[in-house]
């Protein structure tokens, strides 16, 4: 279901809808406190403050209020978007049915129907997931809710950038990519104006594997932080919007992944998923170097795990 990327107009929409039913969620200034970083200044937007744990919340109420909120809403989820559906359908009382994989997280799916979401466990993946949903949807006529291969999903995301901008004065934004929603709105907000650095795990390299070959491609999806990035293409919006901005690709391994988790737990108590940490072992894995004095932004994206494994 390929759709056009937004514009900066589509996002400062998406902002006056969904104005009061998200949470602004705080920036925090670590200063120049990173090893290795120097007078590089390091600032952490935690959206894992959000709704549901996750930035998801905020691309999932666009799409829902843009269509006039329908009674049954349909999605397809490694655990995060499915808790934002869910949510919204509970927000504005409507039915929310949700198709995740069997690997999805006990924590995610204990989430899911504590919201209040109708949960099918379908195949191993995302993509089989997001198949079943989409059948589902054809066959009873419900709103699709893509997690990212929709204009009015990634438009919602970035908000997240315009929220930042509102917040903060950055030279670059470091964003964990998955399906491409979140570096998508982002990118979309400040294209021209800061540098946009999409971190994605080796395992799972979507736009980066996308920007190489001139198109979305599908890619194979092996990495710790799969629950939240494994998507196997990424979307077509995000995609557009990325290569309208010059957005950087750059990857990182799972045990980059683990350690920036690891480092956001024992220096700041933040509680962070595989894929919520993504974006910040960019930077302490060097696999992103910032210029000197340099103000860089990284999006803390997601909560959604056990802590007991930190």
């Known amino acids: 279901m390929a759709e056009n ?3 900066a ?7 006056e809808r969904i104005n009061g039913r998200v949470r602004v969620t705080p920036v925090i200034d670590l200063g120049a406190a990173l090893p290795g970083l120097g007078d590089v200044s390091v600032l952490l937007k935690l959206e894992l ?5 996750s930035f998801k919340v905020r691309g999932a109420y666009n799409r829902v209020l843009g269509a006039g909120s329908p009674p049954l809403l349909v999605a397809a989820s490694g655990g995060n978007h499915g808790l934002a559906v869910a949510y919204v359908a509970r927000q504005l009382g409507l039915r929310a049915e949700i ?4 690997t999805a997280p006990s924590v995610k799916l204990d989430g899911l129907r504590s919201l209040g979401g109708d949960v099918s466990l379908v ?12 059948e ?3 066959r009873s006529g419900a709103l699709m809710v893509h997690a990212y291969d929709s204009m009015e999903v990634v438009a919602g995301q970035g908000t997240v950038g315009r929220e930042l901008d509102q917040q903060a004065s950055v030279d670059t934004v470091l964003v964990a990519t998955g399906g491409g929603g979140l570096v998508g709105g982002i990118a979309t907000w400040w294209a021209g104006r800061a540098r946009i650095v999409s971190v994605e795990p080796e395992g799972a390299a979507t736009l980066h594997t996308a920007l190489a070959a001139g198109r979305p491609v599908d890619v194979p999806v092996r990495s710790v932080a799969a629950d939240s990035l494994g998507a196997s293409r990424v979307g077509s919006p995000g995609y ?10 750059v990857l990182v391994s799972d045990t980059d992944i683990l350690r920036a988790r690891a480092w956001l737990w024992s220096e700041l108590r933040i509680a962070a998923e595989p894929g919520g940490a993504t974006a910040l072992a960019g930077l ?6 910032p210029g000197p004095g340099d103000r860089v932004a990284v999006v803390v994206c997601g909560g959604n795990a056990s802590p007991a494994d930190l």
């Open 99 to 102: 198709f995740v994989p069997t």
């Open 5 to 7: 990327p937004p514009t």
């Open 49 to 53: 403050l959000q709704h549901t744990g």
């Open 240 to 249: 557009a919007a990325a290569v309208r901005a010059g957005v950087v690709p």
């Open 123 to 134: 195949g191993t993946t995302y993509a089989e997931a997001l198949v079943a949903s989409m």
């Open 284 to 289: 302490l894995s060097a696999a992103y170097r």
């Open 9 to 15: 107009a589509d996002v400062d929409r998406a902002a």
């Open 136 to 138: 589902r949807a054809e």
